[in-house]
């Protein structure tokens, strides 16, 4: 991106446990009637989990990811910046 936004703690990737944080409390959301961020009649599934994780792959979860470093600093880094593998 041409943003001047820098990741300055951790990788510029979403982590494994990040992931799972994300699409768990997403998948939650959604099984207890939030409405989802993509059609569900394009998607082709009702699992929740399905549904928030091809929301965490479009990008279209309003979430920003706390990094703490052990000297008590954090960096709030929006998903949009952060790669999803």
Sequence with gaps: MSSKFTIRIGP???TKYEKARIIGARALQLSLGAPPLLAIE????????EIAAME?????LPIVIRRWTPGG???DIPL???EIR
């Design 12 to 14: 510029p990737w979403l």
């Design 42 to 49: 394009e998607l082709g599934t009702k699992d929740p989990v």
């Design 56 to 60: 965490l792959k479009a990008k279209v």
């Design 73 to 75: 600093l954090y960096q």
């Design 80 to 82: 949009k910046y952060l």
